[in-house]
């Protein structure tokens, strides 16, 4: 059996990102994931390949015990099933989703619609679904006249409650003091450089360069507490920080 090489074989992902076209003949290389975004590389020969055949490529048996989804580059979500065909030719289609599931669920995000073939999804997956930074931003279950309800990274929201949900994106926006100045930030958690840049946007580690930096009014309590070179502290709103040059001569 000859050895296909990484020019042999047509990344269809790799050609999605680029903007360009995929190529006409096979082999193509494909990513199936599972519910928590895991993605393994596969290849399959077929440019027009049935939802059966993707299952038996990676393996998924018994396939009559399996839902697989196609994503689409805009994060679409769409169902294939074991007799459908896709066209890895064409324009958008990026990966694929499989769940060991025999029911789907339907929710929004930011007023979008996924079907997902797992019980359980993440804050983590959610945001990925939505397309966005991580870091920056937070997902809520949105509840029609009530608080709306944080959904954090490793929370598992359980799709099976009754009705369609609807999940809303938002960038993380929290308002703290540095050296008593009103600043918003945008993560829940900071590095001791990142607060430091808070106060000295040019600040970069250097020999010479140290800064003393304190915070109080934080999840630890009121009482003042020192941030150094390597830590991060986790952001509550109406924390106060005090970062002080004390660069060596």
């Known amino acids: 059996m000859t050895q296909l090489n990484d020019l042999d074989v047509e ?5 999605v990102l680029a903007g360009r076209e995929v190529r006409e003949h096979g082999p193509y290389k494909i990513q199936v994931g599972n519910e928590g975004l895991e993605y393994q590389s596969l290849v399959i020969s077929d440019p027009v390949p049935t939802g059966q055949q993707i299952l038996e490529v990676a393996g998924l048996r018994p396939m009559d015990e399996h839902l697989l989804f196609q994503m689409y580059a805009n994060g679409h979500l ?17 990966k694929f989703l499989a769940f060991k599931s025999d029911r789907s669920f339907r929710f929004f995000i930011d007023g979008r619609s996924h079907d997902w073939g797992g019980q359980r999804i993440s804050g983590r997956t959610l945001k990925q679904l939505a397309g ?6 937070e997902v809520y279950l949105v509840i029609p006249g009530k608080d709306d309800e944080l959904i954090e990274d490793h929370d598992l929201f359980d799709l099976t409650r009754p009705g369609v949900e609807h999940f809303a994106a938002v960038e993380i926006n929290i308002k703290v003091f540095v050296n008593t100045l009103p600043t918003y930030v945008h993560s829940r958690y900071l590095s001791y ?14 020999p010479n360069a140290q800064f003393t930096v304190t915070y109080a009014k934080g999840f630890e309590g009121n009482s003042l507490t020192n941030l150094v070179d390597g830590q991060i502290v986790r952001i509550k709103k109406g924390m106060h920080f005090n970062v002080t040059p004390t660069d060596k001569s």
């Open 132 to 137: 966005v930074d991580a870091h920056k931003h």
């Open 78 to 94: 769409e169902l294939l099933s074991p007799s459908e065909t896709t066209d890895l030719r064409q324009a958008g289609v990026e």
């Open 11 to 15: 990344d269809v992902s790799a050609a």
């Open 193 to 206: 450089w990142e607060v430091v840049r808070l106060a000295y946007p040019d600040a970069v580690p250097a």
